[in-house]
């Protein structure tokens, strides 16, 4: 592979990812685009990062068609594999990959998606996405508007401090190394929601559970039916540019993200299923 083409993978895995919300489908697009770049005559092609930005785009389009079928089928909530980064290293994937952002995505359509994302996120022209998307420039513009009124509307309110967020990451985590429901309590907004996915691979909530005291009694009922084992450790980390947690229960990793709306919690997203913790230790 050339040097040329490794500059370009970085931000082509996050057209992929931001498009399929998995990093494992994310790696693979990336690589068919590379092996299909190589196919095409030299000095074909004036700009490489726009013609594979073009061929990761559709590459993801063709794999969402098949993913919306298979996300009918899947057992549980379904959440975005997690981007992992140690929680003392600078947050340069922030805001546009957090998990509300992609399941904001995940609610519209395949060419909503990929408009909004070309335009608003890499900073595409709109002539460049038309021909991207087969579509007119009008018709592309309409799709970004589409998109971008789902995605204001869904942003939090109130954006936490640095502060708030190292005092209610500090707390949450301390509540997690030691179990202690109450102390949680304390934490949530009132209409809090809390995401669990656990793929019918490990046990988790069937769906989103939301408002604080329901997702208080949730995990008290799993203590008290399941005897819930002990967290063996909490490792703060940075989970798509937001606060979060990757923590080891009976051996095994999972990852706890935290979606803050000024001081308290406003949602968790809990990933337990393994198939989405490969790349994570």
């Known amino acids: 592979m050339s040097d040329e ?34 196919r095409v005559e030299r000095g074909a092609v004036e700009n490489p990062r726009a013609y594979l930005a073009q061929v990761v785009t559709r590459l993801c389009l063709d794999r969402l068609k098949s993913a919306r079928a298979r996300r009918e089928e899947y057992v549980g909530a379904w959440l ?85 967020e190292a005092r209610l990451g500090g707390a949450f985590g301390a509540a ?20 669990s996915d656990g ?6 909530a ?3 559970i939301v408002g604080r005291d329901r ?3 949730f995990f008290r009922g799993l203590h008290r039916r399941f005897g819930l084992p002990p967290i063996e450790a909490v490792r703060p980390a940075r989970i798509n540019g937001t606060v979060g947690f990757v923590i080891l229960v009976d051996g095994v990793h999972e990852t706890v993200a935290l979606e803050l709306s000024g001081d308290q919690v406003a949602a968790i997203y809990i990933v337990r299923n393994p198939d989405k913790l490969r790349h994570v230790s």
Do not use: C
């Open 206 to 208: 069937l769906n989103p």
């Open 80 to 164: 975005p594999e997690p981007i992992v980064e140690d929680a003392a290293g600078a947050a340069d994937i922030a805001h546009d990959v957090s998990v509300a952002l992609l399941l904001t995505l995940e609610r519209l359509s395949p060419l909503e998606r990929a408009a909004f994302l070309l335009r608003d996120v890499f900073d595409l022209d709109y002539a460049a996405i038309a021909g991207t998307l087969e579509r007119s420039e009008e018709a592309v513009r309409q799709l970004a508007a589409r998109a971008r009124e789902h995605v204001r509307a869904e942003r939090p309110r109130f954006a936490p401090s640095p502060e708030a």
């Open 215 to 217: 997702i208080v009694r």
């Open 176 to 195: 997690l190394a030691t179990g202690n429901i109450d102390a949680l309590m304390t934490l949530l907004a009132e209409d809090a929601v809390l995401y």
């Open 199 to 204: 793929g019918g691979k490990r046990r988790a």
């Open 5 to 38: 083409l490794e500059t370009h993978r970085a931000y082509l895995h996050g057209v992929a990812y931001r498009m399929l919300g998995s990093v494992a489908e994310a790696d693979d697009v990336v690589q068919d685009a590379f092996l299909r770049w190589q």
